[in-house]
């Protein structure tokens, strides 16, 4: 474990932890951590997590704008509806862009896992993206890439970055139980405002 990696580690459970309470601050923390993290991942040759960082990065950015516009009373981000049609096809876009990056990093990078890094890599951005947009469905998402994010690092001996994606699982947990219960406050609110 090597000290780049340990504060990538601590500043990204911070971020997710802020982000997990709908907490603006979650953004520059989270792309401090993305450029600390695509540096790790260089270094240990998974191309495609290195550059899924330097992308997360710029849908931190996005993600800060347009949780900034969507602010509740309380200075916490608003839940938004995702439907089915749209969670379709953003899934189909995750696979294609999996197998296209799987495919180019196994031909002409010596990438230690391309095919299981790139599909990862792009329903993590995926995930992101519904993130930014404020969409429940985005924890969900979150926990299944998560848990097999912790069999990567581990087989890779990046245990910290394992045990980190561990805790990830449960504070995407924990985040989609919160936001369900804030849904459903807005919710019941607007109904009680009829």
Known sequence: ???????????????????????????????????????????????????????????????????????????????????????????????IGGAVLGAWMQHYTDAALPWLDAG?????LVAQYWQARRYLANWPLWIGIDVLYVGEYASKSLWLTALLYAGFVVLAIAGWRGWKLAEAESTLQVSSCR
């Open 1 to 95: 474990m090597s000290p780049l990696e340990l504060l990538a580690a601590v500043l990204s459970a911070w971020g997710v932890w802020l982000t997990a309470r709908r907490r603006l601050l979650g953004f520059p923390v989270s792309l401090l951590a993305c450029l600390l993290y695509a540096g790790v991942f260089l270094r240990s040759r998974l191309y495609s997590d290195s550059l899924l960082q330097l992308l997360f990065c710029t849908f931190v950015i996005y993600g800060w704008l347009r949780w900034r516009q969507h602010l509740d009373a309380s200075r916490r981000v608003q839940i938004a509806a995702l439907s089915a049609a749209t969670a379709r096809r953003h899934l189909m876009l995750g696979a």
């Open 120 to 124: 990862l890599t792009s329903y993590s």
